[in-house]
C-alpha cells in the first residue's frame, strides 16, 4: 500500500530468489475494483489515510480477483487468501456468532509460498 510497485516487485523478487521453494510470505494489500470502491469503509478508510497521513500516499494495490496471477508472475502460490469477509469471519467472530468489528472492503491478507 505504501510501497511503489517496484519496491513490491524487487523485495518479492529478492524474496523468489534467494529463497528455497516452500518458503513462505504473508502480506496485506489493497484490493480495487469498482465494485469495491463503493462497499464497506472504503471511503472513510480513504478520508481518514488523507487526514492523518498526508505524507504517506496510497501506491500500491491488486486489482481484485488477480492475487493469484499476480504472484504466480514472481515465483510464488497462493496458500491462503482473505478478503475483508473472510477476516472478519476467522477472525473477528465472537463465541456467541456475532461480528466484533468490520474490516474495509478492500482490506486483504495473502500468504504465499515459493515455487
Known sequence: MYLS??????TLGCISMYSPPGSAIGFD???FSPVIADAH???????FHRAHMPGEPLRFGIQEGEIGAFLA???FEV???LRAEDIERRHLTL???SCAGK????????YAGVI
Not at 5 to 10: F, I, L, M, N
Not at 41 to 47: C, D, F, I, K, T
Open 95 to 97: 463465541r456467541d456468532g
Open 41 to 47: 469503509g472504503v471511503r472513510e478508510l480513504r478520508a
Open 29 to 31: 494489500y489493497h484490493a
Open 103 to 110: 474490516v474495509p472492503a478492500l482490506c486483504s491478507i495473502v
Open 79 to 81: 496458500l491462503d487468501h
Open 73 to 75: 508472475s514472481r515465483g
Open 5 to 10: 510497485p517496484e519496491a513490491v516487485d524487487a
